[in-house]
């Protein structure tokens, strides 16, 4: 079965700061991986995903995730922050090839200071 | 395009009361989902349907009844509600099962039962 966890439930950064949302995955198989926003009272809407092709994924608003194998990892980053960027960020991870049975993170919360 | 919309967008039911939460797509997709998002547990799956016509138990289906009404709807009924069923309720669709379709999410309804 596969899993994703996300490191900090609740990450603060400056207004121009880079943001780093952390996110490491557990799959028998090599996963295709996500990452959705969740901007307050609405619903989740996707950044960007990682679906076996180039490793550094470019999505949305400026955001960027790289898939490393090695470190079973999919972090997010943001060279500089902005206030708009504040919002609850889910990493999500789906075993190719079947239904799309998607698990979730449990979500972290960014918030950036000006 | 409305997107995914769902009604109501908040509601408070006593113990034992029931209701149905509606979700429609406009965007002709095949695959429609209900989630529960809880504090601190990400999105859990309820039930999903892959196509018009059949649905399937997800990861917390106790409690909960489905309908695809045809292509375009999807709604989730809970009979008897309890108090651990208070929680942000959010339809999703996809093009199809296909775990690269990206799914789309509504905006969400917020259950309280007392």
């Known amino acids: 079965a596969q899993s994703v966890t996300q490191l900090g439930s609740h990450v603060s950064v400056s207004e121009g700061a880079l943001v780093l949302l952390r996110c490491n995955y557990s799959s028998s198989v090599p996963p295709y991986l996500f990452w959705y926003v969740q901007y307050p009272n609405q619903g989740l809407q996707l950044l960007l995903k990682y679906t076996s092709a180039a490793t550094l994924v470019k999505g949305i608003n400026g955001f960027e995730a790289e898939f490393k194998k090695s470190e079973t990892s999919f972090h997010l980053t943001k060279p500089s922050a902005h206030m708009s960027d504040a919002a609850e960020y889910f990493c999500a991870v789906i075993v190719p090839g079947g239904y799309q049975k998607v698990t979730f993170g449990t979500g972290t919360k960014l918030q950036v200071i000006p | 395009n409305a997107g995914v919309t769902q009604t109501p967008k908040f509601q408070v039911l006593k113990t034992g009361q029931s209701m149905t939460l509606q979700c429609a797509q406009d965007?002709?997709?095949?695959?429609m989902y209900w989630y529960r998002q809880d504090p601190g547990m990400g999105l859990r799956l309820i039930y999903y349907?892959?196509?018009?016509?059949?649905?399937d138990k997800g990861e917390v289906p106790n409690g909960y009844n489905v309908s695809r009404l045809n292509k375009r709807e999807f709604s989730l009924r809970l009979e008897s509600a309890a108090p651990s069923q208070t929680s942000v309720y959010f339809c999703?669709?996809?093009?199809?099962?296909?775990?690269?379709?990206?799914?789309?999410f509504g905006p969400g309804t917020r259950l309280t039962v007392l």
């Open positions: 349907s892959a196509s018009e016509g059949t649905t």
């Open positions: 965007m002709n997709h095949n695959s």
């Open positions: 999703a669709s996809s093009e199809s099962r296909s775990s690269t379709d990206t799914q789309y």
